[in-house]
């Protein structure tokens, strides 16, 4: 039995459904800490499985992005594991997983536009992130907004890459985050 309500995606791939994937097909490195993924990893080793799947997206055929529990992608890798236990959803089933796993207290907000959102809605949009983003708590969400919007007035961003540029404590590592949260266009 399903985790969720199954949805076809293609003729092979069930949306909510727990499948054992290859670790070499799945994209996604945590940011938990080296210690904790080698406790994980050690766990992993001695049981053979993971309990707790990993929560992946298709980006194409054979090609996912995890989403959620990366930390146990990690772990699998360093105990050389060549398979893990995954679930595959898209957006909809992910807010739920993130609301039920008390990882947000709300639906997801529409991404801000960073071309023509005001400081004030660049600022929230940045507070959301911390809130929901523990790697996120050192950047100022005041000076990065009233960077971006100084930013703005002599330069046209096409991406988001040119926050790392701000010095304001965003750096690549931490763009696919912020990708969540705003858009360019």
Do not use: H
């Not at 080296?34 to 053979?48: D, P, W």
């Not at 529409?110 to 660049?122: D, G, K, M, Y």
């Amino acid at each position: 039995m399903a985790l969720f309500q199954e949805e076809e995606l293609s003729n092979d791939i069930t949306l909510g459904q727990v499948l054992r994937l290859p670790c070499q097909f799945i994209q996604g490195k945590s940011n938990v800490a080296t210690k904790q993924i080698e406790a994980i990893a050690q766990q992993l080793s001695k049981t053979e499985k993971n309990i707790l799947p990993i929560v992946v997206k298709l980006l194409e055929k054979d090609n996912y992005q995890s989403v959620l529990n990366t930390q146990i992608l990690d772990a699998a890798r360093l105990a050389n594991k060549e398979f893990v236990w995954c679930i595959i959803v898209d957006e909809p089933m992910l807010a739920q997983i993130q609301i039920e796993a008390g990882l947000v207290i709300t639906q997801p907000t529409a991404a801000t536009n960073i071309l023509v959102a005001s400081e004030q809605e660049i600022q929230e949009a940045l507070e959301r992130i911390k809130a929901q983003q523990p790697s996120f708590d050192k950047v100022n969400s005041l000076k990065t907004a009233k960077a971006i919007v100084e930013y703005r007035k002599t330069n046209k961003p096409k991406n988001l890459t040119f926050l790392t540029t701000l010095r304001c404590g965003i750096g690549r590592a931490k763009i696919p985050v912020i990708s969540d949260f705003f858009t360019i266009n």
